[in-house]
């Protein structure tokens, strides 16, 4: 009995530490494992897959920096993928907070592909393969207000040139434009893409979404809502291995490289509520 | 090892340190990186606002390209500040009213679409949702205890009669659902909370003390 009073007794700075490290353990020497990648993601692959060549994506970049190790792994694989494809790409954030996250993950795969690039084709250009629209607020406004034409929500993109001069934009004018449009966030802001322009306009949906709020999203997953459904670090780890098994990019994968953290991590949780458990019932019997 | 000689990469890692110190208990580096974020904040949305939204969507169109038509929301935004005077402080219905009416006008249809018709329809056991599980055969399955769930759920928060007979039965089945509900979210909230753990890690051993990649 003393073990067991001892075991849940533990102080919570101990749980803390014992959680840390078997975190930081995988961390420091990283390795991948292969991932099984399950039918929500691969939804969404093939949904970006087979976008037809006329038409574009848009990737709404909607997470700040507290959800951005979950977030910006999706937000990575799915730019290579775009790019990769040479889908056209336009690129936006319905809240402020977002923008430099999303710039910061143009300007780090542009860079990927460019550095490789032997010709101007090759090449990823601004302009002519991607535009970043940048932020008009309130959210509702760009959401309604694409549908009829990009241009003029966002009459100057993040970069302050005017997007009617820009030569994607000659071609992609609104959403009877756009393929499918992917929202990587941390809050609700999936939803009203589905409230407002899927359910008005019929524009199709893609979500990458933190963990937290998984169970909130999963009925639109099921009802065809969403086109394809990433969660989480797992779901950013799933969509890394279909581009590299199917497009045969080589890069790092950070979020394939946490998920044997993840998963000791978990492990060491189902022990102490285990733990909790045992204790909760042996004192309640001893009562 | 490579450790940074970025000074913002040790601003930003010493805040997170400062931050993970309050695991171990309350402490004056605590309270300071978190007063510090604050101002941040606070100090970067003002000036962030000011320049993309206010300056160039009103007091530039206003005041200097002399567009007097602008001065209607000018009016009504500023109705917002009568909460300050006692006396005329029911105007700010005005602008809350315009507000909402617009928002509800916009809402209603789209949200009973999306949140509430749609949903129904994905609980309707029919052919094309059986396959929405990409399970095969097992679809109808998932369909069925989908739907058993929904109704059970429902009954759960039915409260208009005592949970007896059919009703309790149903309603105890809903809180097997539910439950396993609260497990999940739970699950996947340990899971988000991980990851968040995990990303400063590596932002730490990464670009701040070099030891990994």
Same mark, same amino acid.
């Given at each position: 009995?003393?073990?067991?009073?001892?075991?849940?007794?533990?102080?919570?700075?101990?749980?803390?530490?014992?959680?840390?490290?078997?975190?930081?353990?995988?961390?420091?020497?990283?390795?991948?494992?292969?991932?099984?990648?399950?039918?929500?993601?691969?939804?969404?692959?093939?949904?970006?897959?087979?976008?037809?060549?006329?038409?574009?994506?848009?990737?709404?970049?909607?997470?700040?920096?507290?959800?951005?190790?979950?977030?910006?792994?999706?937000?990575?694989?799915?730019?290579?993928?775009?790019?990769?494809?040479?889908?056209?790409?336009?690129?936006?954030?319905?809240?402020?907070?977002?923008?430099?996250?999303?710039?910061?993950?143009?300007?780090?795969?542009?860079?990927?592909?460019?550095?490789?690039?032997?010709?101007?084709?090759?090449?990823?250009?601004?302009?002519?393969?991607?535009?970043?629209?940048?932020?008009?607020?309130?959210?509702?406004?760009?959401?309604?207000?694409?549908?009829?034409?990009?241009?003029?929500?966002?009459?100057?993109?993040?970069?302050?040139?005017?997007?009617?001069?820009?030569?994607?934009?000659?071609?992609?004018?609104?959403?009877?434009?756009?393929?499918?449009?992917?929202?990587?966030?941390?809050?609700?802001?999936?939803?009203?893409?589905?409230?407002?322009?899927?359910?008005?306009?019929?524009?199709?949906?893609?979500?990458?979404?933190?963990?937290?709020?998984?169970?909130?999203?999963?009925?639109?997953?099921?009802?065809?809502?969403?086109?394809?459904?990433?969660?989480?670090?797992?779901?950013?780890?799933?969509?890394?291995?279909?581009?590299?098994?199917?497009?045969?990019?080589?890069?790092?994968?950070?979020?394939?490289?946490?998920?044997?953290?993840?998963?000791?991590?978990?492990?060491?949780?189902?022990?102490?509520?285990?733990?909790?458990?045992?204790?909760?019932?042996?004192?309640?019997?001893?009562? | 090892?490579?450790?940074?000689?970025?000074?913002?990469?040790?601003?930003?890692?010493?805040?997170?340190?400062?931050?993970?110190?309050?695991?171990?208990?309350?402490?004056?580096?605590?309270?300071?990186?978190?007063?510090?974020?604050?101002?941040?904040?606070?100090?970067?949305?003002?000036?962030? =606002?000011?320049?993309? %939204?206010?300056? *160039? !969507?009103?007091?530039?169109?206003?005041?200097?390209?002399?567009?007097?038509?602008? /001065? #209607?929301?000018?009016?009504?935004?500023?109705?917002?500040?009568?909460?300050?005077?006692?006396?005329?402080?029911?105007?700010?219905?005005?602008?809350?009213?315009?507000?909402?009416? =617009?928002?509800?006008? %916009?809402?209603? *249809? !789209?949200?009973?679409?999306?949140?509430?018709?749609?949903?129904?329809?994905?609980? /309707? #056991?029919?052919?094309?949702?059986?396959?929405?599980?990409?399970?095969?055969?097992?679809?109808?399955?998932?369909?069925?205890?989908?739907?058993?769930?929904?109704?059970?759920?429902?009954?759960?928060?039915?409260?208009?009669?005592?949970?007896?007979?059919?009703?309790?039965?149903?309603?105890?089945?809903?809180?097997?659902?539910?439950?396993?509900?609260?497990?999940?979210?739970?699950?996947?909230?340990?899971?988000?909370?991980?990851?968040?753990?995990?990303?400063?890690?590596?932002?730490?051993?990464?670009?701040?003390?070099?030891?990994?990649?």
């Amino acid at each position: 009995m003393k073990i067991i009073e001892t075991l849940t007794n533990i102080d919570r700075r101990i749980i803390y530490l014992i959680l840390l490290i078997v975190v930081l353990l995988p961390l420091l020497f990283p390795s991948v494992e292969k991932v099984r990648v399950m039918a929500p993601v691969e939804k969404l692959y093939y949904a970006i897959d087979t976008i037809p060549s006329e038409k574009a994506v848009i990737v709404d970049f909607d997470y700040e920096p507290q959800t951005a190790p979950e977030l910006d792994p999706m937000g990575f694989a799915i730019l290579r993928h775009v790019f990769e494809r040479r889908i056209k790409l336009l690129v936006l954030s319905l809240y402020v907070q977002p923008l430099g996250l999303a710039q910061n993950a143009l300007t780090q795969v542009t860079e990927e592909f460019n550095s490789v690039a032997k010709t101007n084709a090759d090449s990823i250009i601004y302009g002519r393969d991607y535009v970043f629209l940048g932020w008009v607020p309130p959210p509702i406004i760009p959401i309604l207000g694409m549908a009829e034409s990009i241009t003029s929500v966002y009459t100057v993109d993040y970069y302050g040139n005017q997007t009617d001069t820009l030569p994607l934009m000659q071609e992609v004018t609104n959403y009877n434009d756009v393929g499918l449009l992917v929202s990587l966030s941390g809050s609700d802001i999936p939803k009203w893409w589905v409230a407002y322009a899927q359910s008005r306009f019929g524009l199709p949906v893609g979500a990458g979404i933190t963990a937290v709020s998984a169970s909130e999203f999963y009925p639109y997953l099921q009802t065809g809502q969403f086109s394809g459904l990433l969660v989480g670090m797992k779901g950013g780890a799933e969509y890394e291995e279909m581009v590299e098994r199917t497009l045969k990019i080589k890069v790092r994968r950070k979020a394939s490289e946490a998920l044997l953290s993840l998963t000791y991590a978990h492990l060491v949780m189902i022990l102490f509520i285990v733990i909790g458990n045992i204790g909760y019932f042996a004192k309640r019997r001893k009562k | 090892m490579n450790i940074s000689s970025d000074p913002w990469i040790w601003i930003s890692a010493l805040m997170s340190l400062a931050i993970f110190s309050f695991l171990y208990r309350d402490n004056p580096f605590y309270r300071f990186a978190e007063h510090i974020f604050v101002g941040v904040a606070n100090g970067w949305a003002v000036t962030f =606002y000011w320049h993309n %939204v206010l300056s *160039p !969507s009103l007091f530039d169109p206003l005041f200097r390209q002399g567009q007097v038509y602008y /001065i #209607l929301p000018f009016v009504v935004g500023m109705l917002y500040f009568t909460r300050f005077i006692p006396r005329v402080s029911w105007l700010v219905r005005i602008p809350i009213g315009l507000y909402m009416g =617009y928002y509800i006008g %916009v809402s209603i *249809p !789209s949200t009973l679409q999306a949140y509430i018709i749609k949903q129904v329809q994905g609980t /309707i #056991l029919t052919s094309q949702n059986f396959q929405t599980w990409n399970a095969g055969s097992m679809g109808v399955v998932w369909s069925v205890i989908l739907l058993i769930g929904v109704m059970c759920t429902l009954a759960y928060f039915f409260f208009s009669r005592e949970h007896k007979g059919a009703l309790g039965i149903a309603s105890r089945i809903g809180i097997i659902f539910v439950m396993v509900g609260f497990g999940a979210a739970f699950g996947y909230t340990v899971m988000a909370r991980i990851s968040l753990l995990i990303g400063r890690l590596q932002f730490l051993l990464g670009p701040w003390l070099g030891v990994i990649e």
